[in-house]
């Protein structure tokens, strides 16, 4: 089936530092794939949508500035955590979308987990 | 913006009962699907229905959905401790274009089964 490979599973960086998250699908091309934040015991909450080859659609409330996402290729798209603050440690999941978009499921990746201290 | 509202969020039960969570919209969705997740790992697709009134079937897992398509529910028969987790019930807005793929995801439910 397939499968996406979100790297690294953990990290841990200093306050003020960047930090770059990559989801890639491995056997399908995903014109679309998004990035979610999830805390402790609760859902996931969708932060922006990554077009391959175009800007990314950031949800509202989510800083487009501190949250780079870059989506270069059909099969890798990437989240930059800049400036990384202890608040913004969380668990991170990418999903992408398969084509036709209209008949494709997402696949989700394993999540990377952020620590900043 | 649409909304789904998932209960209930804590669930904690003895081995053998019977359970259902619930997921509930004022909006209509395209699809519904349902996910289980465990602690550290992505959400893994148990199900996904299209139709109204569709229900599916997964071992002693059972899924509906709304004839309106507004709602969905999840029914586990006769727990065990490897259903332990988190589900998350998640709705489509509509087919095509990159919006397809944009889910809403409900509140989530811990459920615990207990030896």
């Known amino acids: 089936g397939a499968v996406v490979s979100q790297h690294p599973s953990r990290v841990i960086c200093k306050s003020g530092t960047s930090v770059k998250i990559e989801c890639r699908s491995l056997?399908?091309?995903?014109?679309?794939m998004f990035w979610y934040r999830q805390f402790p015991k609760q859902s996931l909450m969708l932060m922006a949508t990554?077009?391959?080859?175009?800007?990314?659609?950031?949800e509202q409330g989510v800083e487009k500035d501190k949250f780079l996402i870059n989506h270069a290729s059909l099969t890798l798209s990437t989240l930059t955590v800049t400036s990384a603050h202890p608040e913004d440690s969380s668990f991170y999941i990418c999903?992408?979308?398969?084509?036709?978009?209209?008949?494709?499921?997402?696949?989700f990746g394993n999540g990377t987990r952020l620590t900043v201290t | 913006t649409q909304l789904l509202e998932q209960s209930p969020q804590f669930l904690s039960i003895q081995e053998g009962e019977n359970l259902t969570v619930y997921c509930n919209s004022s909006s209509v969705f395209s699809s519904l699907q349902w996910y289980r997740q465990e602690p550290g790992e992505g959400p893994v697709l148990l199900v996904t229905v299209v139709t109204g009134g569709e229900v599916k079937k997964l071992k002693r897992l059972t899924f509906q959905f709304g004839d309106a398509r507004k709602d969905s529910s999840l029914h586990i028969t006769a727990a065990q401790p490897g259903d332990t987790g988190l589900y998350l019930c998640a709705g489509a807005a509509g087919a095509g274009g990159t919006s397809y793929g944009k889910l809403t995801f409900g509140q989530g439910t811990i459920l615990t089964v207990h030896p």
């Open positions: 990554s077009n391959e080859g175009s800007k990314a659609t950031y």
């Open positions: 056997d399908f091309q995903a014109t679309t």
């Open positions: 999903s992408a979308q398969g084509q036709p978009v209209y008949n494709s499921p997402l696949h």
